[in-house]
């Protein structure tokens, strides 16, 4: 019997072993950038967006308009790196302020940040990679 | 038989020492002071309080230390352009508004250390976004001279100029919680939900202190 259980274990294990070697490299590489952007993310972003990207009131705009995120993906990378100064609206609301820029940030945490947040918040937009920051960042428009 | 007795007394006495309502300390400076009354001599001691003061508020009307006689207030020290810690402390602070909305024995006094830029017409719109109206949570302008020497000798918070700051501004995120009296009761870091939470339990038994008189 207790040889039984230890064979099931066994497959068991190896069953897992072999999905884990199968999680594909970008998707490793996505469970990279999402930890590593939650990181900045709190350091960063949290004070006016919240830890749980809800905003605050009509000062800070929240970060779950996915329509938003999504119409403007190619612009967030500039919008991070170089501030932002509204009117804007987000979820059907105008917003006006000033979003700081943050010029020190480097490619590839531009894009651990914008994986995190379209990724987090009820946003699921999948990966964006530093090559794709870089890129977006040729054409801001600021 | 007897000495049954005295253990039942102390643990009566230990109990109602325990079951006692509990207050909060007063904070700062303390002096003593000798009072001749009916001829005798009696010690008092004289706690530090908040001195008056006057500021122009969101509306543009001066507003002093009268506007809070007869409530209990939280006060802090902010300004609207900051991006560190005040929308935390702001954030938190509408959690504690939400809680006494309508109480007229509660009252908040948001201080600006920004004395350049936050103006009233700034403050009204950093409040009017804040989703603020009414009276019961002022944000006020100071002048330079006082505001920075109110927030250290008043408050006990530390706010200060400091060119090689991001913002140029210093200032500790403290909720200080000020009783009927101008006495200082509690401060708490207000960019902690758990000791906003703690704020909000003292504030209660602040209230309390005032309903049993």
Redesign the interface.
Known sequence: MSKNKFGIFSILSLIGIFFYACQSEEEITYARYYTAGKQLYENKCANCHGNDGAGLAMLYPPLTDSTFLKQNKTKLACYIKNGLQGPIQISGKNYEGIMPAQATLSDIEIAEIITYITNSFGNKQGFYPYQQAGADLQNCSN | MKYLVYILLATGLIQACSNGPKTLPILGERQTVEKVIDGKTVIDTIYQHIPAFSYLNQDSVYISNVDFDGSIYVADFFFT?C???C??M??NM?TVLDKYKGNEHVKFLSHSIDTKYDWPNRLKK?A????VTGNQWQFVHGSKDSIYSVAAKSYLVAAYEDGAAPQGLVHQGWFVLIDKEKRIRGAYDGTKTDQVAQLMNDMDLLLQEYEQK
């Open positions: 352009s991006n560190t810690i929308p935390i702001h954030r509408l950093y009017t976004k804040l989703g």
